[in-house]
């Protein structure tokens, strides 16, 4: 239920956004219609998964865990410390700023 809010800020802040990719938890009928409400423009697909038994990459969401296991380098990000969303979220945009920066600057050979 708090997928539709979340998108309808996300989508409305950044409106140049035009697909969205989500789990398999996303694709019940409830979720696409009140997302077409508040979102008409957005193309959704839907990732799922293959319990094949083996590790299978999955397109798109690979994206994600890399970028939650670079993340997962700092620190102060590793345990669940912050009593305060806000805090919280600071620190986690200080990594996203320190990552960013790091291949930025990097020496290129």
């Known amino acids: 239920d708090g997928g539709v809010l979340l998108m309808g800020a996300?989508?409305?802040?950044?409106?140049?956004?035009?697909?969205?990719?989500?789990?398999?938890?996303?694709q019940?009928?409830?979720?696409?219609?009140?997302?077409?409400?508040?979102?008409?423009?957005?193309?959704v697909?839907?990732?799922k998964r293959t319990d094949a038994g083996k590790f299978v990459v999955l397109p798109r969401r690979w994206v994600v865990e890399r970028t939650?296991?670079?993340?997962?380098?700092?620190?102060?990000?590793?345990?669940?410390w912050e009593c305060l969303?806000?805090?919280?979220?600071?620190?986690?945009?200080?990594?996203s700023i320190r990552s960013m920066l790091r291949r930025l600057c990097q020496e290129r050979i």
């Open 10 to 26: 996300l989508f409305g802040r950044y409106p140049s956004l035009l697909k969205l990719y989500a789990d398999s938890g996303y």
């Open 28 to 43: 019940g009928p409830k979720f696409q219609e009140e997302l077409k409400k508040v979102c008409r423009k957005i193309n």
């Open 45 to 47: 697909e839907i990732v």
């Open 68 to 80: 939650i296991g670079w993340l997962n380098r700092c620190r102060r990000l590793a345990k669940d």
């Open 85 to 95: 969303n806000q805090n919280a979220l600071a620190f986690l945009r200080w990594a």
